[in-house]
């Protein structure tokens, strides 16, 4: 994978950086680097977690559920997460992988969890 562009800007990802530079450059991968960083993993889909739990790179870590919204043979759970079969069988998949997941859209709201949410039904 080639590197398209370098870049030091201290507020790391932004708006700019996302829409203006990614949109731009067609990224597929935007490293954040910095050594008094701990680290942010940020990914599209519950798949893509899952594939990184099953190599190992998601021990110790929990898994917030912050987005997934609205889309063909998606069904509404909360306000910000709408799932398909396939995404609540990823979300088995990443349970029994012993990855802790979770759902909260914004740090001051309920923590609600993996068991909670596949419970929920469509609504």
Not at 55 to 68: M, P, Q, R, S
Request: charged content about 25%; proline content about 3%.
């Amino acid at each position: 994978m080639p590197i398209l562009l370098c870049r030091v800007d201290d507020r790391l990802i932004h708006g700019q950086v996302v829409v203006g530079w990614g949109a731009q450059l067609g990224l597929d991968l935007i490293a954040v680097i910095d050594d008094e960083l701990s680290g942010f993993i940020l990914a599209r889909d519950i798949a893509t977690m899952r594939r990184l739990a099953e190599h190992g790179a998601l021990a110790d870590i929990e898994v917030n559920l912050g987005g997934l919204h609205s889309a063909p043979g998606r069904q509404r759970v909360l306000p910000y997460l709408f799932f398909s079969d396939e995404d609540r069988a990823e979300l088995r998949r990443l349970k029994r992988a012993g990855v802790n997941v979770s759902a909260q859209d914004v740090p001051s709201a309920r923590r609600i969890g993996l068991d909670e949410l596949l419970e929920m039904k469509a609504g």
